[in-house]
């Protein structure tokens, strides 16, 4: 399966913390994608990073990516109660088009 | 620029009948993407399509489910006899041409959920 893993599969922390999310995969990518997921809603694109790309940050977050481990972490910093939510990884494979899923981490911000 | 729309946002199906799900992409994208997602798990990759062809659909159950992307009109994912294991969330995404200076973010619907009872 191409699909990643995710660690942790759950983690929770008090507002202000920092939240770091680490994802692995299995196949040479093009890129890697995380996503950000509220209970019951759709998915919402966070950041981008290439593979010739090892690290990239968009306001509170920063996401690095180890092509020679296959795998990609995502930080946030100074976290927030809004925060809440579940976190997905996906790569584009080299060649392909569509996403493969990693299998997400539910981040839980404690006001 | 209305984003990907999707509906019907909540389906209930009796198991043996069919589901139709429907999703009209973003203006200018080209190419749809269904994913399925079970509770509590990540998503999983169906299909993806672009106007009147199947690209990829590797990751479609080979009975029963079936995708189109017409000239016109939104894509259809449509699944035959269902039942209660086909309950879940579907998404579909959908993206610019590739080439087109797009770097592969697929932008999300709001998901049906598929109830089947």
């Known amino acids: 399966s191409q699909q990643g893993e995710e660690d942790p599969q759950a983690l929770s922390i008090q507002e202000g913390e920092n939240a770091t999310m680490n994802c692995s995969y299995k196949?040479?990518?093009?890129?890697l994608q995380w996503y950000r997921q509220n209970s019951g809603r759709g998915l919402v694109h966070l950041i981008l990073?290439?593979?010739?790309?090892r690290e990239k940050h968009s306001g509170r977050l920063r996401v690095t990516l180890d092509t020679s481990k296959k795998s990609s972490s995502l930080l946030i910093t100074a976290s927030r109660a809004a925060d809440t939510a579940s976190y997905f990884c996906?790569?584009?494979?080299?060649?392909?088009?569509?996403?493969?899923f990693g299998t997400g981490t539910r981040l839980t911000v404690i006001p | 620029n209305a984003g990907v729309m999707q509906n019907p946002r909540h389906l209930v199906r009796r198991r043996g009948q069919e589901a139709r799900l429907r999703c009209s992409p973003m203006?200018?994208?080209?190419?749809v993407y269904w994913y399925r997602q079970l509770p509590e798990e990540g998503l999983k990759f169906m299909v993806y399509?672009?106007?009147?062809?199947?690209?990829?659909e590797s990751g479609m159950p080979k009975e029963r489910f079936s995708a189109e992307f017409p000239k016109e009109g939104p894509s259809i994912l449509r699944i035959q006899q269902v039942v209660r294991g086909d309950s879940a969330a579907y998404f579909c995404?959908?993206?610019?041409?590739?080439?087109?200076?797009?770097?592969?973010?697929?932008?999300f619907g709001p998901g049906t959920r598929l109830t089947v009872t």
């Open positions: 995404a959908s993206s610019p041409p590739v080439g087109s200076g797009s770097s592969y973010e697929q932008y």
């Open positions: 196949t040479s990518i093009n890129n």
């Open positions: 990073i290439r593979s010739n790309e």
């Open positions: 996906a790569t584009v494979s080299t060649g392909a088009n569509n996403l493969f």
């Open positions: 203006k200018g994208h080209s190419h």
């Open positions: 399509l672009q106007k009147e062809n199947i690209i990829d």
